[in-house]
């Protein structure tokens, strides 16, 4: 059984970025942008080490991650008593305040360990279990900061690791309206990274939406900790040295400062006076609302005598009932208006499995990205 240190000043922690299906390679990507040495890549996650303000920094900069956790154990666990008592093998106490408030989730791939709500309570009870070794009572009350905890089964071995961020990665906390099909702001920042894009630049989408690939190219390229504007969970581990996540932020604001201002060329528009409308107030509130030029135009008249472009958009798939006819004879005319753009890089998400051929042209190449459990293509 492999146990790995409690989060506490000085100490060398296990962590893990997870990441959806495709998207890891670029997440170790940045975490060495970051400074992170030797990250390894597995199956939707990415593993890391460090201590506490490594940690912070994972989740205050990490772009294409939906989550980071601390990796607690790993044992092997073909049945429930191996379960059980593994978990009791765990020093929660040096973990978990005696308030903690539990939250136990549970995966299994592979393993003979199936049943997941079982697995979710005997992972639960093998902590309160253990808890009861530092504090013997009863019952706790569970009033205290949340505690998420994760079971992942891999050919009948486990791994505990507790959730570090609460609300997925995504939720960066200026999104203040989206329109009916959002784009996820991980999978945006992912689209602008794979694109190779580099700020002095120009980019555009011509399809933007509320505005998310375009405003997180704009953080991207100002420099800005992407997750600046929220909170995680673990800002409410007691466990953490004190003033851990104020210096993290006091770093992150350092490092934009020393960037300076940019002058970003990004250009975003959509047919929908209301979308654009909604995308300006999501630029503000991330506060690159003076980076992005916003305008309403179809995306077919779209045109720039700028040269060596980056283009990115992610247009309507047509899987609404009734929308098919109109979203094909859209793919037909960008293909018509992009074809206009010989000097620019040109990068189109979808899930449609025509849009080639409607389009008019093969790609170079395509990538297999989930948009949330959708798979789509990037072209």
Excluded at 188 to 196: G, I, K, T
Excluded at 199 to 220: H, N, Q, W, Y
Excluded at 324 to 349: C, I, K, M
Aim: proline share 7%.
């Amino acid at each position: 059984m492999t146990l790995f240190d409690p989060p506490v000043a000085g100490a060398s922690l296990r962590m893990a970025a997870l990441t959806t299906f495709g998207l890891e390679a670029l997440a170790a990507e940045e975490l060495r942008r970051l400074d992170f040495a030797d990250p390894v890549v597995e199956n939707g996650r990415v593993r890391f080490g460090g201590g506490p303000p490594e940690l912070a920094r994972a989740c205050l900069w990490l772009r294409t991650a939906d989550r980071v956790v601390l990796r607690l154990a790993e044992f092997p666990a073909p049945d429930f008593e191996a379960l059980y008592q593994g978990v009791q093998e765990v020093r929660w106490e040096d973990f978990l305040p005696e308030e903690a408030r539990l939250e136990v989730s549970a995966r299994s791939h592979r393993s003979r360990l199936t049943a997941l709500p079982a697995c979710q309570a005997t992972v639960k009870k093998g902590i309160i279990q253990a808890l009861r070794r530092r504090h013997p009572r009863e019952r706790f009350p569970e009033s205290g900061p949340l505690y998420a905890v994760e079971l992942a089964l891999d050919r009948d071995q486990a791994v505990l690791s507790l959730d570090a961020t609460g609300e997925g990665l995504h939720r960066r906390g200026y999104r203040r309206r989206a329109g009916p099909a959002p784009l996820r702001e991980t999978l945006a920042a992912a689209l602008v990274l794979l694109s190779r894009w580099e700020p002095s630049r120009p980019l555009a989408d011509p399809l933007c939406g509320s505005g998310t690939i375009a405003i997180e190219a704009a953080l991207f390229g100002l420099g800005l900790a992407p997750g600046r504007l929220r909170s995680f969970t673990a800002e409410s581990w007691p466990h953490l040295p004190a003033g851990l996540w104020g210096e993290a932020r006091a770093q992150a604001r350092a490092r934009e400062q020393a960037a300076g201002p940019a002058a970003l060329n990004l250009e975003a528009s959509d047919r929908d006076e209301g979308m654009v409308r909604v995308a300006r107030e999501n630029a503000r509130a991330a506060g690159v609302g003076e980076a992005v030029r916003f305008r309403v135009q179809p995306a077919e008249e779209f045109r720039s005598a700028q040269r060596y472009g980056c283009l990115i958009c992610n247009p309507p798939y047509g899987e609404r009932s009734g929308q098919a006819d109109e979203v094909e004879e859209l793919y037909r005319r960008l293909g018509r208006t992009f074809s206009r753009l010989p000097d620019w890089s040109v990068f189109v998400l979808t899930g449609h499995p025509g849009f080639e051929r409607l389009y008019g042209r093969r790609a170079d190449r395509n990538r297999k990205l989930y948009n949330g459990n959708l798979k789509t293509y990037l072209y």
